[in-house]
């Protein structure tokens, strides 16, 4: 059903840095309140933004999906968050795990980060830590702030207030800083936080986006839609070779042509670059027949079997 | 390069946009919430006439005058952590009352009067056993938009018999040691320079 040009593709993973660059600021447009030492409360903070970012960060522009979902679900009015949770399965189901490659602020930070030029290790072997987000989603996102309330019906936000690194970077660290208010208020669960910001610092110089990979329950979430997510990678395979350049390339340690809508899939498009032929590239809407999940394909399809590609040169 | 230049220069366009954005736009917000916790020992907390949650009226002046300190406490009904706190603040309030002082509460969620918020504010302070009272004014009065400059719940602010605020406003629960000692300082100081 998808033609989109071959161009678009390797234009969207060249400019992605420049993407993430624009969307962090356009979710974080109140840069002066930095100096402030305020928050921006106005309307857009109804608003969830797609990534992970602080509702608590000076220039914030909107609210954090996590953040808002745990408020809401953790008050004793709210059971549960029907707008957000619409909300961001709307997103998943948009654009699945393309927040994380192009929209989030705090996956482009570890990215930055990645740049350092020092030792760089290899995630593979560590591939069951990726389900470990799943559990931060369904207990420090949904359960905990639901379940452990105190005599007024309250739950903590357990994730902002326990795990989340973007919270203190974005909005703690800013915060203390010009406001002696708020750096009278800083004890023990702050060092515990900033320590965690320190692990995910480190180990960003050292492995690809390793919150992203193991501990991000937004991703996690997202990752839920990556299956059926109009924004999807396909691969053309009248045009792959086999010749494996997608899966060396690829950082989230995905196979595209066998699993191009793995959950651990963000969408970053390094394969769509590595790939010599041209077969891999970004698409919306459902994919054609022939595209569909490599698994399964062996033989090149022939016009008889493939209704999309009547007339068209293999 | 082209490309790589336009990109770069969309993307400062959109940092100058910010900047201007936010020039016109947060203003109001921002300059509200510096200036309670700038320097406020030269401020006064906004007069305001309003109610109690049962309806009441009081207004600032009575109150403040009736005694040597008020401590003011800014929280909503939904905020862990000022609920958390709410027994600790009706204890402080029975403390306070043998010196000449009170406490009041501000529920963010029931200014302009809003029945529900109301009636939810009332049935969280029955569940914690907080008696003391609780007041609420106008949104759009100068109380209002100094309320509205508060992001940080708890506050609380401790005031003298003249309406002047006294020492910094504590952010975050005051059952932490460290917050409790503060305030207490504080209300000490407003009690001194009273008999003074």
């Known amino acids: ?314 | 390069m082209n490309r790589t230049k336009f990109a770069a220069l969309l993307l400062t366009a959109l940092f100058a946009l910010s900047l201007a954005a936010c020039g016109a736009k947060s203003q109001p917000d921002t300059t509200e919430d510096m200036a309670p916790s700038a320097d406020a020992s030269m401020q006064q907390f906004p007069a305001f006439e309003g109610k109690d949650l049962d309806g009441n009226a009081v207004n600032s002046q009575d109150l403040f005058s009736e005694n040597a300190v008020t401590v003011v406490n800014f929280w909503f009904t939904t905020c862990g952590p000022c609920v958390g706190e709410l027994a600790d603040l009706d204890a402080l309030n029975k403390e306070l009352q043998k010196q000449d002082g009170r406490l009041i509460g501000i529920n963010a969620f029931t200014l302009d009067g809003n029945e529900t918020a109301v009636a939810e504010a009332k049935d969280v302070l029955a569940k914690t056993g907080a008696s003391y009272t609780n007041v609420y004014f106008d949104s759009d009065s100068e109380a209002g938009t100094f309320a509205s400059g508060v992001y940080a719940y708890p506050t609380t602010y401790v005031v003298d018999r003249s309406g002047n605020l006294v020492g910094e406003p504590i952010l975050g629960a005051v059952t932490e040691p460290k917050q409790m000692e503060s305030l207490k300082q504080m209300i000490q100081q407003a009690i001194d320079q009273d008999k003074g």
């Not at chain 1, 709210?78 to 619409?86: A, E, K, N, Q």
């Not at chain 1, 390339?249 to 969408?267: F, G, L, N, S, Y």
Request: contains cysteine.
């Open chain 1, 1 to 314: 059903m998808d033609k989109r040009p071959f161009g678009v593709s390797r234009l969207l993973s060249r400019c992605r840095g420049w993407i993430q660059a624009g969307a962090a600021l356009l979710t974080n447009l109140h840069l002066p309140n930095f100096l402030r030492g305020g928050l921006y409360q106005g309307p857009g903070k109804r608003l969830c933004v797609p990534g992970l970012n602080c509702y608590s960060c000076p220039a914030s522009a909107g609210a954090c999906p996590i953040g808002a979902f745990q408020a809401v679900v953790g008050s004793s009015k709210f059971h549960f968050s029907y707008y957000i949770t619409g909300l961001l399965i709307l997103l998943g189901v948009l654009l699945g795990r393309f927040i994380c490659g192009f929209l989030c602020p705090f996956g482009w930070f570890q990215e930055l980060l990645y740049k350092i030029p020092l030792a760089k290790r290899s995630t593979k072997a560590l591939y069951p830590l990726t389900w470990l987000k799943y559990l931060v989603l369904l207990g420090m996102v949904v359960l905990l702030p639901m379940l452990a309330v105190n005599q007024a019906g309250l739950g903590d936000p357990f994730f902002c207030k326990y795990l989340c690194p973007q919270g203190v970077l974005e909005g703690a660290i800013p915060l203390a800083l010009v406001n002696p208010g708020i750096r009278a208020t800083l004890g023990d669960l702050f060092l515990w936080k900033c320590g965690i910001l320190l692990a995910v610092i480190l180990c960003s110089i050292a492995f690809f986006r390793p919150f992203c990979k193991w501990l991000c329950p937004l991703g996690a979430f997202y990752a839920l839609f990556n299956q059926i997510s109009l924004v999807r990678m396909q691969v053309d395979q009248t045009k792959c070779i086999s010749c494996g350049k997608c899966a060396k390339a690829c950082k989230m340690d995905v196979d595209v042509t066998r699993t191009p809508d793995h959950t651990e899939c963000i969408r970053c498009g390094m394969c769509v670059r590595a790939c010599p032929t041209g077969a891999v590239r970004f698409c919306c809407g459902a994919p054609s027949g022939k595209a569909r999940s490599g698994a399964g394909q062996t033989a090149q399809p022939t016009p008889q079997t493939d209704p999309t590609k009547q007339g068209e040169k293999p």
